[in-house]
């Protein structure tokens, strides 16, 4: 059974950094790409980054690019999200996501929620 | 990139069909076969229900079925039960390498 459990959420001042982690199991983790897809409250899905299954290319969205940093430790299973510069637009709860190839979602964690506030 | 553009909200009677419309362009939802539907209920994670336009992950209802046609793609869910009260959601791969979403269609059965 594919498991996601995503960690390291909480609650951060403006211009802070935090670092999420989602640790993987029932599937051979380094096959796989995996993603970060994030939801503010109250509001839709969006896409935040996506990882190859060797780590040597990734995939950011604009809104991320230069602040967040998606990684991933194949021989620890686990998934790594590295946010710096945060604002309070960047609140959200923050999903853990294994890919279908590099193009579709088949598996989300339970979520993460980070809140930017002083 | 522009999210993909989903009805805001939908409603049904019990045992009645519904359809979600998802319009894109040729640089996502027409380009590629990388359609897929996800279902939420409030505060749980989003479930997978479509995949590859029209492909159902097992121990997803056969009620739920999805189609493409040029830059809009569709799920129709029939025989609706008051469970399928939800948000839904498509996403595309995109020209870019990204992933898009749909802002999300609201559910609610009658």
């Known amino acids: 059974e594919v498991q996601l459990l995503e960690s390291g959420g909480g609650l951060v001042q403006p211009g802070g950094s935090l670092r999420l982690s989602c640790a993987a199991s029932?599937?051979?983790?380094?096959?796989?790409?995996m993603s970060w897809v994030r939801q503010a409250p109250g509001k839709g899905l969006e896409w935040v980054s996506t990882?190859?299954?060797?780590?040597?290319?990734?995939y950011n969205a604009d809104s991320v690019k230069g602040r967040f940093t998606i990684s991933r430790d194949n021989s620890k299973n686990t998934l790594y999200l590295q946010m710096n510069s945060l604002t309070a637009e960047d609140t959200a709860v923050y999903y853990c996501?294994?890919?279908?190839?590099?193009?579709?979602?088949?598996?989300w964690g339970q979520g993460a929620l980070v809140t930017v506030s002083s | 990139q522009s999210a993909l553009t989903q009805t805001a909200s939908v409603s049904g009677s019990p045992g009645q069909s519904i359809t979600i419309s998802c319009t894109g362009t040729?640089?996502?939802?027409?380009?590629?076969?990388?359609v897929s539907w996800y279902q939420q209920h409030p505060g749980k994670a989003p479930k997978v229900l479509i995949y590859?336009?029209?492909n159902r992950p097992s121990g997803v209802s056969y009620r739920f079925s999805g189609s493409k046609s040029g830059n809009t793609a569709s799920l129709t869910i029939s025989g609706l039960q008051a469970e399928d009260e939800a948000d839904y959601y498509c996403?595309?791969?995109?020209?870019?390498?990204?992933?898009?979403f749909g802002g999300g269609t609201k559910l609610t059965v009658l």
């Open positions: 996501a294994k890919m279908y190839g590099i193009t579709q979602i088949d598996y």
């Open positions: 029932g599937f051979t983790f380094s096959s796989y790409a």
């Open positions: 990882i190859s299954g060797s780590g040597g290319s990734t």
């Open positions: 040729s640089s996502d939802v027409g380009g590629y076969n990388s």
């Open positions: 590859e336009v029209s």
């Open positions: 996403s595309s791969y995109t020209s870019s390498s990204n992933v898009v």
